[in-house]
């Protein structure tokens, strides 16, 4: 089969459900972050504390995760594209995982759906959830950071199986 045939053929792949999880991930990550953009970009340093070692910071990130590639936004939605293809591409190899292995697909999906929207638009991307201890993040890190968990559990369960079959 062709490269882009297999790529269209996973595309038709995602069923209604799966197109639910990445629209509401994909969702509750926008409200989040205009609401964030809209309450906390006024708000003074060290942001609204909620607990002790808890606040919400509006940071716009300019960079990847912890703060790497500062400044490098085409390379970063270059990066972003490329994943999201490869995961397009991957559809139905991580779908024969089961079921909690397309979860976390669909969750690193939505997440980086997210994460570009904001690259592509604004030129960075919104972080607000302030651990204090951790680099401010957001929902779409969150879905993606859970999601990678999950998948990279599916595919440790399936090799180890898969080794002791033989």
Do not use: C
Not at 18 to 36: G, H, M, N, P, S
Not at 71 to 83: G, K, R
Not at 106 to 112: Q, S
């Amino acid at each position: 089969m062709s490269f882009f045939k297999e790529i269209k053929d996973n595309i038709k792949s995602f069923s209604k459900n799966d197109i639910i999880v990445i629209f509401a991930v994909f969702l509750l990550d926008r409200i989040t972050k205009i609401w964030a953009t809209n309450y906390l970009v006024s708000v003074k340093s060290g942001g609204i504390e909620i607990f002790k070692y808890f606040h919400l910071t509006f940071v716009a990130n300019h960079g990847a995760a912890f703060g790497i590639m500062q400044q490098s936004n085409f390379a970063l939605l270059f990066i972003t594209l490329l994943v999201l293809f490869a995961l397009v591409w991957l559809k139905t190899d991580v779908a024969s995982l089961g079921k909690k292995a397309n979860l976390g697909y669909l969750l690193i999906f939505a997440g980086g759906l997210g994460n570009l929207y904001d690259r592509v638009l604004l030129g960075y991307v919104v972080d607000f959830l302030d651990f204090k201890v951790w680099p401010v993040f957001n929902i779409a890190d969150t879905s993606i950071t859970i999601g990678a968990i999950m998948l990279g559990w599916a595919y440790a369960v399936s090799f180890s199986k898969k080794g002791r079959k033989s």
